[in-house]
């Protein structure tokens, strides 16, 4: 149990856009009476390297294109890696392992140095199990750049100011920022630090159709509850109210109030909501990804990854959140196109 509240907390406690989850594409029923899904290996491998290596500036970006917006590039600190000079020693007894790396983190866009012909690029002492990025301590931005290193050499890497055993290798190829000496826990491979930057979607048209009156007309047979209900003009195309508690009234926690509109979707099995709730201070409603003023509304936007999950919108007593579906399927503009749609219900 301890172990399940710590990744829960784990989760709670992250950033905002900083919640993952990541998908495998293009799944196939398989296995005996289609018990089983498949998928293929590049696909598995796809989905690996995303979640290995989440881009957590793509929240923003995906917001601002969906509010047609210019997405704001977050200003860094970070050199450019061609600013972080670095030499790399062998720090194990396999041969060519400060070669190959050194060739993989100049591929990365790492400026590499080396030592002169007659100097081997190994270090006194064979036995480094994890890979060490030394800094220069004398030189501003080393340790910067020796940390963007640590990150570029993945796990099991550790940071420290160069040792003085080391000096001499550093002196002799031109007194780089760092020196990466690499370990026999290296897996191999380099990281390129721009690689795994996720493309800006593109806008596109909202995905919507009339709400015909359904939900209206099932708004008002509820009882009166203590806050303005709103009604939506427009749903997501193809949607239907769900005939299982399509509009459904209760209080989740004692003093306030909630409706639930659901809709369902797609093959009938997909379903998105429209929440409307005087609770404002649930615990769904922290940790957003961004606030913008639309139309004269103030939104709330929660997005897991590119695509937005939750838009907010509090108006006087009452908070309105559309949500999508367990996958996200609803586009970006067409969660915002509900959400601006939303009005007063009426008599």
């Known amino acids: 149990m301890s172990e399940i509240q710590s990744y829960v907390g784990l989760g709670y406690h992250l950033p905002a856009g900083h919640l993952f989850r990541v998908n495998v594409d293009n799944l196939q029923a398989c296995g005996i009476q289609n018990a089983e899904l498949c998928g293929s290996q590049s696909d598995v491998n796809a989905a690996v390297d995303s979640f290995m290596h989440p881009d957590v500036t793509i929240a923003s970006r995906a917001n601002a294109v969906a509010l047609g917006r210019k997405p704001v590039v977050p200003k860094t600190t970070e050199l450019k890696p061609s600013e972080i000079t670095t030499l790399v ?35 006194p002492s064979p036995t480094y199990s994890s890979n060490y990025v030394y800094y220069d301590s004398v030189q501003p931005n080393a340790k910067q750049g020796a940390q963007q290193l640590k990150s570029a050499m993945g796990a099991n890497t550790l940071v420290a100011p160069l040792p003085p055993d080391l000096a001499s290798f550093a002196q002799q190829s031109g007194n780089p920022l760092t020196l990466v000496v690499v370990g026999s826990s290296f897996g191999g491979d380099v990281i390129d630090p721009t690689a795994h930057l996720v493309k800006t ?50 209080k989740p926690v004692p003093h306030k109030g909630e409706i639930a509109i659901s809709y369902v979707t797609g093959a009938g099995n997909i379903y998105w909501q429209i929440i409307q709730s005087n609770w404002t201070d649930a615990p769904i409603l922290r940790h957003a990804t961004g606030k913008y003023r639309v ?29 999508n579906t367990l996958r996200d399927e609803l586009s970006n503009e067409t969660m915002l196109a509900i959400a601006k749609g939303l ?5």
Do not use: C
């Open 295 to 323: 139309r004269g509304r103030n939104f709330t936007l929660y997005t897991t990854g590119g695509h937005i999950h939750m838009v907010v919108w509090r108006r006087g007593p009452a908070a309105y959140w559309v949500v």
């Open 201 to 250: 979607p593109t806008h596109t048209a909202p995905s919507v159709g009339s709400d015909f009156g359904a939900t209206s007309a099932a708004l008002r047979q509820i009882r009166k509850v203590a806050f303005p209900v709103l009604t939506p003009t427009v749903i997501a195309k193809n949607s239907r109210l769900s005939s299982l508690e399509g509009v459904r009234v209760f």
């Open 89 to 123: 020693l062998n720090g194990t007894t396999t041969a060519g392992l400060a070669r190959d790396t050194s060739y993989k983190l100049a591929v990365a866009g790492f400026h590499t140095v080396q030592l002169p012909s007659t100097v081997y690029a190994n270090t």
């Open 343 to 347: 009005k007063p219900l009426g008599k």
